[in-house]
């Protein structure tokens, strides 16, 4: 990719392989990161080392143009390929109970960041994903909550 260029998160990165080269790779690191003496050209021999790598989880982390980011908790594959759609990990107790489908539209997916850590080391806190408010009782409807999202002028550029 060329200086100035952005990256495409299209249909094709999501489900024709480098979404899942990118996961691997995350996995990949993390355990040699765990295994640093072990030649991973010989890794498939170390038991320790391939039971790491197997239990191994990957958490993606989605960032939009308009300042909200999600957790993906699974990629639902739809036949459109202008968007995507996904269930998203709830950071809120409060929808928690139910499943949050998300979709949105290639073009406003700026970043991506895949982290692979193992369930037992596995941080307790969750991403804060803007689109969630704190709640006492019961959520408020969507008339009641404030719209949080800050406008991005067109013709500001993205980092």
């Known amino acids: 990719m060329q200086q100035g260029q952005t990256m495409e ?15 691997d790779t995350a ?3 993390c355990v040699r990161g765990h295994f640093p003496d072990v030649n991973p050209e010989k890794a498939e021999r170390n038991k320790a080392y391939n039971e790491f790598l197997r239990r191994l989880e990957a958490r993606t982390i989605l960032y939009l143009r ?6 993906v908790k699974e990629l639902i594959k739809d036949p459109t390929t202008s968007t995507l759609t ?14 949050f489908v998300v979709t949105v539209p290639f073009e406003d997916i700026v970043r991506v960041e895949i982290f692979a ?7 307790e806190d969750m991403p804060s994903i803007k689109g969630f408010g704190s709640a006492q009782g019961q959520p408020p409807t969507l ?17």
């Not at 998160?9 to 996961?23: E, L, N, T």
């Not at 308009?66 to 957790?71: K, M, N, R, V």
């Not at 008339?143 to 980092?159: C, L």
């Open 27 to 29: 996995k990949r690191r």
């Open 143 to 159: 008339s009641q909550r404030p719209d949080e999202r800050q406008r991005r002028d067109k013709s500001e550029g993205t980092d």
């Open 117 to 123: 850590v193992h369930p037992d080391e596995k941080p």
């Open 9 to 23: 998160f299209s249909y094709d990165w999501w489900y024709g392989g480098p979404y899942a080269g990118r996961v």
């Open 86 to 99: 996904f269930e998203c990990m709830p950071a809120d107790e409060a929808y928690k109970v139910g499943c």
């Open 66 to 71: 308009d300042g909200f980011s999600y957790e």
